[in-house]
């Protein structure tokens, strides 16, 4: 990539207090995303997605550690460390906005559709009642809302889901943001729905040279829609790199396990589909090596002592791996005795 | 369901409940030993032997109590409750003389309660169990312990009677000072607040919490909201439902304090009017008051009631 990246995340770590204890939920996430690029973040439940986007915009939840390592540069500027204050001011909504997964309780029910979207734009561009009405009317239309002088009047409750995320949508790029950050916005819709959501992103990525981090753990959507990929894996980004070759070619064997766990159309009917063996591990307690190890087929002692730093593999992207899948054909069980034995 | 609908439904359960309410009213005074009669004949200065019957014969008591009760109730709904025998003034004239200083009590009494316990609830919600919310908790559990009659004579001790800022009992009618007709109510409607604050201000608290985890909170702080815009627009009428309740509640708790208060303070209220009623046997004027307190009661929920469709627009159709 030439162009400079408009959002940059380096080795962020984020820890939540728990009653089990610490729990490491991001542990070293890498991303780069530049303008105009849909980049997909993608992973099993509970790898940390969410946390990861909304470490981002400085919002997460109370029992977070205040203690926040790595990097967060966005446009050239640092924004992990801004205060509260700074973050609201500058960056949230204004710079950088989020689509929510659940359009049915992202929006509040008893506040007019329309006021949602005019605050924030009261709020950071500065216009009066009359204009930001005139704008969001506007936008509402631009995310194909029908009618929508009668929209921005409705409450929530009056309008469908697929509609709902469209207000979404609206709402989130009322003040025309450069990134926009969509944690499962397609998942709780059904699939037509979906395609349309999807498609007017691709409009507006095209139209604003928005970039847009798209999280979901649906594999297919990841690989139609977006132009990079993150792989994560219990905090971490294990692979990254463009979409086509990292399905095409996956070097970590937890990316081409959940490739082989895909349903795809080019199976014969009734093919039963792999499962990933075993369960990621305890967030509170985590491995001193990699931590994928337990559940890989690849695994040697050396992963059982040495976390895999993110390096470039054999098909040039990065992956954090010891032991990277080398090609397509490469069978992906290469059972080691001695770590088997050592872990069981 | 239609909000007309609902209304009518309600209007007529409403119906239903008064008068159930005037039957109770009615048995319970005529279960009482002693009647109007017998404290009439009691208290004249030479009592004849007879003059008990007499009296009964001419006040119609000696006819069943059924047909009694029907005509006070048809009188009652033509807004006659009859006469005092003690002050031989209509009771209704009566009450309608003291029911705007016991009005003005309970409203500032409300608005000082929420005045206080709102911005107080949204404060400790947000600092949830942080050193100002725990302070507040023990303050709040500690206010709420002590009656609120001893609450107004500590008041009166401090502000009347040691600091002489506000007048120790009496009260000034509002058409002749507007400023002291304030002052000569404040002692006794805080200390009616200080029994509700607790109340409301746990309640909201507890209610802000549980919104502010919701999921258009989470958007709100997203798109760059004010902590303040994401408290009090966001998530304060979300949460105000539960509050609505518990002020319709506490409604009837809130008149029986007034009528304690309005003794202690020396108000010209319905308080005073139903002790003296009482003090002086006054049957009449009793059985009125507590009709008319039951009615207001139960109007009083009712308006409450009506509240709730609009602070939710999901129930408003
Ligand atoms: N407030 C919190 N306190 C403690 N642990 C948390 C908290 N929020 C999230 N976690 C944990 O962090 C991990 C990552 O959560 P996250 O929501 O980011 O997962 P995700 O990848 O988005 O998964 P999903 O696909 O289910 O949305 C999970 O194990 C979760 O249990
Ligand atoms: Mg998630």
Not at chain 2, 272 to 296: E, K, M, P
Request: glycine share 8%; aromatic share 6%; with cysteine.
């Amino acid at each position: 990539m030439t162009v400079e990246p408009i959002l940059e995340v380096k080795d962020l770590r984020i820890q939540f207090k728990t009653p089990q204890g610490i729990a490491e939920v991001v542990n070293g996430v890498n991303l780069s995303i530049a303008p105009g690029r849909v980049h997909g973040l993608v992973g099993e439940s509970g790898s940390g997605k969410s946390v990861t986007a909304r470490a981002v915009l400085g919002i997460l939840p109370r029992n977070a550690l205040h203690k926040r390592e790595g990097s967060v540069r966005f446009a050239g500027e640092e924004i992990l460390g801004l205060s509260e204050d700074e973050m609201r001011k500058r960056i949230r909504g204004r710079r950088i906005a989020m689509v929510f997964q659940d359009p049915m309780t992202a929006l509040n029910p008893v506040m007019r559709v329309g006021k949602q979207i005019v605050l924030p734009m009261r709020r950071h561009l500065g216009i009066n009642g009359k204009e930001a009405k005139a704008r969001a009317i506007d936008l509402l239309g631009q995310v194909g809302i029908p009618d929508p002088e009668e929209k921005f009047k409705v409450y929530p409750h009056q309008l469908s889901g697929g509609q709902r995320q469209r207000i979404m949508i609206a709402l989130a790029l009322s003040c025309d943001p450069e990134l926009l950050i969509a944690d499962e916005p397609t998942t709780a819709l059904d699939v037509t729905v979906q395609a349309q959501i999807l498609d007017l992103f691709d409009k507006l990525r095209r139209e604003r040279n928005l970039a847009v981090l798209l999280v979901s753990h649906d594999l297919s959507l990841i690989a139609e829609r977006c132009d990079e990929v993150s792989v994560m894996y219990a905090g971490r980004v294990v692979e990254t790199g463009s979409a086509i070759s990292t399905f095409e070619a996956p070097q970590h064997p937890y990316t081409k396990a959940l490739e082989e766990a895909r349903p795809s159309l080019e199976n014969p009917p009734h093919t039963v589909l792999r499962t990933i063996p075993g369960r990621p591990p305890q967030l509170t307690d985590l491995p001193h090596g990699c931590s994928f190890a337990n559940r890989c087929p690849r695994m040697t002692e050396l992963c059982l002592d040495v976390d895999p730093p993110l390096e470039p593999g054999p098909a040039g992207r990065p992956v954090a791996c010891h032991h990277p899948v080398a090609g397509p054909d490469e069978p992906l069980g290469v059972s080691v005795t001695a770590a088997k034995e050592r872990i069981s | 369901m239609t909000y007309a609908k609902v209304i009518a439904m309600r209007a007529v359960h409403l119906v239903v409940v008064l008068l159930g309410v005037s039957f109770l009213v009615y048995l319970l005074l005529d279960l009482l030993p002693g009647d109007t009669a017998e404290v009439l004949v009691a208290s004249s200065s030479n009592p004849t032997p007879g003059a008990v019957e007499e009296i009964r014969k001419e006040l119609g008591l000696d006819q069943p109590f059924m047909v009694r009760y029907v005509q006070w109730l048809g009188n009652a709904i033509t807004g006659d409750l009859g006469v005092s025998f003690r002050t031989g003034q209509p009771v209704t004239e009566a009450i309608g003389e003291r029911l705007p200083v016991t009005i003005q009590l309970l409203i500032m009494a409300e608005i000082i309660s929420l005045a206080i316990a709102v911005p107080l609830a949204v404060a400790a919600a947000r600092r949830r169990d942080q050193a100002f919310d725990r302070v507040v908790s023990v303050f709040t559990f500690t206010l709420q312990s002590i009656p609120n009659f001893v609450v107004s004579l500590v008041l009166i001790v401090i502000f009347a009677v040691t600091l002489n800022w506000l007048p120790a009992i009496g009260f000034v009618p509002l058409q002749e000072d507007v400023l002291g007709n304030i002052r000569s109510l404040l002692i006794p409607s805080i200390a009616l607040a200080s029994a509700l604050v607790p109340l409301y201000m746990r309640v909201l608290r507890n209610e802000m919490i549980r919104t502010l985890q919701e999921d258009y909170i989470l958007v709100a702080r997203s798109v760059g909201l004010t902590q303040r815009s994401v408290l009090f627009r966001y998530a304060l009428k979300p949460s105000l439902p539960t509050l609505v309740t518990v002020v319709g509640i506490n409604i009837g708790t809130l008149i029986g304090g007034t009528l304690l208060i309005e003794l202690i303070s020396g108000l010209p209220g319905i308080g005073t009017l139903i002790y003296s009623g009482i003090n002086n046997r006054d049957y009449v004027l009793v059985q009125g008051l507590i009709l008319f307190i039951a009615c207001a009661y139960v109007l009083a929920n009712f308006i409450v009631d009506m509240i709730y469709p609009l602070l939710d627009p999901r129930v408003r159709v």
